[in-house]
């Protein structure tokens, strides 16, 4: 089997990893540091420079220059760089690419495979960008993990006997994540994710950097383009001052002319107070994703037993403090942040080689964005198109398989064109459409015929959509890869083949009608004060047949059966045949 390389994709700062004689490790580049700069640049000979080379020609030369590229990952957008337009994907693929040959110079042969991190909040164009970047740079990306379940996996990785409930806050350079879990018994369970694509350490900076400007009369966005030198000076001074912070108490801002001159009798002074009172309205965007995860996971933050930050703008005293006032603890940093999700991604990668140190980890994940389809609603006698209906919702375990009942719009109506989405609005205007499945020849009937919908997702990130129609027992089906697009045709039908086994059809199951079917006659049998409680029971046992979820029905299963026990007419299994059920169908 070809070695796994485990690669953390930032947008400010990458680095490689592998896991090696039994743990993992990081891959040092040419200059002999972890950290690659995700810079690309473009001398005037036409030579493309990575990393440090091209973070020292951003201040000089910013015209020759990207960063920060992460951010338009899975959009059309393209960047001009040195007279040349680049796509952001191309761009990462050319990031990857120096960390390829790192990794190759530092293990001595080729690297074709790797796992990449991502932030937990991308959509699915995001990820299917960041796949094809691998590609674009000669590599197989096994797997594509969320940058939290990496850093988690590093601290379960050395601390497998623990059994508690850790919360990951992920602010790296242009994204933010949080990312609630429990480990027990070698196992990691993702309970929930949230966060914001565009929310980093250089949105700090940005906003340092437009408080210096106002100051001198100037706007940060006009000033970017009419003054690339200026801003690409005070960019540096702002991050550098930012970056003392961490360690002095106060720091000071050299405030440069419009040809990016320094005077030095020109300055601004900066302490922890200031900086705090300048980023206030980051640090709100910061609070809501926290709440939601929480909130998601239905866990106070005081049951949380370890806060893990990672990313290097965790680092900022302002951050820190945050973390340290809402949990009533202080943030666990064990490994370095800026690491630490680059260690996770090679134990990833050992997991799927099956290597012996990991034998006994497991780890389970979450969708972190809902999953549904487009639907009708009918307002006043007028019907309305564009709305959203869930089917899978976010931070349900993966794998997972959900269905749910939809139906006709109009009588006779012939065919549907169901239309996939991700995402959490109510319409699907603001939602990122996935694909769809063209649903024909259905019988004629009245408005309302039903018509099953099932969606089985997967942690490839293969989303297989099967819509069937009871009036016929007709099936349509299509499998959406998405980020999944690297899987060869053999690795694809596999993938298929196991999802099969997450389907669950508990309403073609004779045993549970049975047990319907008599919980119905003992609603008659039982008094009034307890008829209501019986047909709840039913209702909420009907409703898991319906939805597929093994979890959901053995509860709502076990609920029915014990409030029958509750009233007296327990119910024997025995007792009943597959023909007395078709006599009562009958």
Known sequence: ????????????????????????????NTHGSFLTPS????????????????????????????????????????????????????????????????????????????????????NDNQRQ????????????????INEPTAAALTYGFHDRGAEKHLMV??????????????????????????????????????????TVLKKEGLHLETTEMKQPLRTARLREECEMAKRQLMTDGNSRIRLPDAQ??????KALQLNPDVFAKIVQPLMRRIRDP???ALRDGDCPPEKIDDVILVGGATRMPVMQKFVADFFKKRPLVSFNPDEVVALGAAVQAALIGDDAAVDEMVMTDVCPFTLGVEVAKEFGGRVSSGYYQPVIHRNTTIPVSREEQFGTMVPNQQEVLLMVYQGESRKVADNLCLGELRIVDIPPGPA??????????????????????????????????????????????TAVAEMQKLKFYPRDDLQHQRLVLYGERMVGEVGPFHR?????????????MSMGDRELFDRARLGLLMTLEQMGVGYDETDETDEDVAGDRR
């Open 1 to 28: 089997m070809d070695l796994i390389v485990g690669i953390d994709l930032g947008t400010t700062n990458s680095l490689c990893s592998v896991f090696k004689d039994g743990h993992p490790v990081l891959i040092p």
């Open 39 to 122: 810079v690309i640049g473009i001398l005037e000979d036409g030579q493309i420079v990575v990393g440090a080379s091209a973070k020292e020609l951003r201040v000089t030369h910013p015209e020759r220059t990207a960063s920060v590229f992460k951010r338009s990952m899975g959009t059309d957008r393209t960047i001009e760089v040195g007279g040349q337009s680049f796509t952001a994907t191309k761009l990462s693929s050319l990031v990857l690419c120096a960390l390829r040959r790192d990794a190759e110079a530092f293990l001595g042969c080729r690297v074709k495979e790797v796992v990449v991190t991502v932030p937990a909040y991308f």
């Open 129 to 144: 960008a960041t796949k094809q970047a691998g590609e674009m740079a000669g590599l197989k990306v096994r797997r594509i």
């Open 169 to 210: 806050i992920d602010l790296g350079g242009g994204t933010f994540d949080v990312t609630l879990m429990e480990i027990f018994e070698g196992t990691l369970e993702i309970i929930s994710t949230a966060g914001e694509s565009m929310l980093g350490g250089e949105d700090f900076t940005d906003r340092l950097m437009a």
């Open 260 to 265: 990016g001159t320094f005077d030095e009798s």
């Open 290 to 292: 926290i709440n939601k």
């Open 448 to 493: 309302g015929t039903e018509i099953l919908v099932r969606f089985t997702y997967d942690l490839n990130g293969l989303l297989e959509v099967e819509a069937m129609l009871p009036s016929t027992g007709r099936k349509f089906n299509t499998v959406l890869t998405n980020h999944s697009s690297s899987l060869s045709s053999e690795e694809l039908a």
């Open 532 to 544: 209501q409680q019986l047909e709840d029971a039913i209702d909420v046992f009907e409703h898991a």
